[in-house]
């Protein structure tokens, strides 16, 4: 047996112990449509825009007709609090405040999901499903710049008003190592969220300039949001990871620095 | 499926700086367990080869930062140079990128920290390049433009296994009505930069940009007046609209669809 065939074998049986199911679950109903679960950061210090697009349109190449789109909202126990409709009409874009929003019934909002309808699209896909991998852009305080960040998971389908959580989990816990390293003077904000459908307990361990800390953790629900936390001083050194069930414990990252951010995927 | 290695960019622009944090760490703890050391180079484009210069020799738990200020002129040239973990040492110019896929995973990518900064702030995404046909398009659409004292700019990553640097034309439109509104220049292993302000794009607009002969990763950058915040990020390929099913085949009617929109509208 050559080397070739035997790295091609290794690697089977990694990814049949290690991911024996596909990360992100295929929709159950072919007329579903598919979000991110976008983190919402919505207080003295932050808000939260999404950049609305006619997503059929772009797929069709014609952004004139109106569109509609369904705006779900989840707390951080991922319990749903409540829908809102948005529309865009002849446009190219739309940016959404959600602010205008998270108020009332959805003020412990913490995450959102964008599903578009299906609207002459059908012929179109063939067997694919119209996905929402699109853009939040957050402010900080007086800043009149946001940051972008693109949707990081295939999170949660829906078909005919259902939800359907898409993430798998493993019974191998897995370490997810940030692919940042983290430099002061800075806090980080690291938001992990469950796309899954059972509650998952995520463990950081973070190393700054050699030294290990595995710090608080935390059980994050289906469908729901955790914010963990670091501080690295001047002229210190970190990396730290996320030890968990999920196959792809892949947080968003917040660089708070010198009144000023950068937003990114870990 | 083409067997592709990872690279890492090192990226510069003007008014700012680059930086690329290296780590020789896997993003998961199963999946490529690699322990050997590596020689860590840049390879930067001089049109009829590649030139290579080692930066760093790594072993596992390493970590190494690269700032376009701290290296010689001539490596970001082309305003692009990308990181590469060598597990040989390799000549000083070569016809074609290394194809030994070292540093790679796929759940997730293998990927480090490249971003820009200034004295004021820095930007960031989760890199990696994989070297890109050199016959193809690209078409993206783009979202970024910000309105209150920013200055907006489109930058488009290429790098392709030869090093050929090559001009093309990236075509600017405005998804409302597809007239085309201006021609600007891209090259291939570069990081090519075009100013957007100029256009006058408003807020309900969505620019598509289209380049009918050059692949790229094209990035929103915004830099506010006073230099204090940045804001990048990447646009996704059309495919990215759909999941699962032939995503490849979506895409290419996607750009189907819009360049029948650009031929009529512009009465070629």
Known sequence: MNRNTIVKISRKIKFGINIPLKVFKKPSSWDS??????????????????????????????????HKANLVFFNKAGVELGRKDIEISGLGRKTISLSDFIKDDLEDSSTFCVF????????????????ERGYAGYKFRDELVKGYVHGNLDAVSY???????????????????????????AEYNFVITNPTSKKITIKPIIEINGTVKVLSKQAVPSLG?????????????????????????????????????????? | MLDLSMFFPLMKTPNLEGFLDLIYQAPNNWENRMRKKIYMYLIWSENSH????????????????????????????????????????LPEKISSLPTEKTWFSEVPAWRNTSGLYNSFAQVSYQADVEPLPSKASLMTFHPFIQFLEIENRLVVLNATNSPELVESKIQIYNSNEMKLIAEEKVITNSLSTIYLDKYEFQPSDLPIFYCPNMAGIPFGLGISNDSRMLSMEHTHPPASLVLHGDRRAIQGKIKRNWISRIRSDNHE
């Not at chain 1, 950061?41 to 772009?58: A, I, M, Q, Y």
């Not at chain 1, 578009?116 to 996905?131: C, F, I, P, W």
């Not at chain 1, 191998?172 to 692919?179: C, G, L």
């Open chain 1, 33 to 66: 449509v598919t979000s991110d679960l976008f983190p919402i950061r919505n207080d003295e210090n932050w808000s939260t825009e999404f950049e609305f697009l006619n997503l059929p349109g772009l797929i069709r190449g014609d952004i004139s007709s109106k």
């Open chain 1, 159 to 185: 078909s005919s008003g259902v939800l359907q959580k898409l993430g798998n989990f493993g019974f191998i816990r897995k370490t997810y190592f940030v692919q940042h390293l983290l430099t002061g003077p």
């Open chain 2, 50 to 89: 590649w030139r290579t210069r080692q930066v760093a020799i790594m072993s596992r738990g390493d970590v190494c930062r690269l700032k376009t200020d701290e290296i010689d002129e001539g490596i970001m040239q082309n305003n692009l140079s990308l990181a590469y973990a060598s597990l040989s040492p």
């Open chain 1, 225 to 266: 949001c955790h914010i963990f936390k670091a501080n690295i001083q001047h002229s210190e050194v970190g990396q730290i990871r996320f030890k968990s069930y999920l196959y792809l414990g892949r947080p968003v990252v917040f660089r708070i620095a010198n009144n000023t951010f950068d937003v990114f995927h870990g």
């Open chain 1, 116 to 131: 578009h309808e299906r609207s002459g699209t059908e012929v179109d896909l063939g067997g694919s499903y119209m996905a």
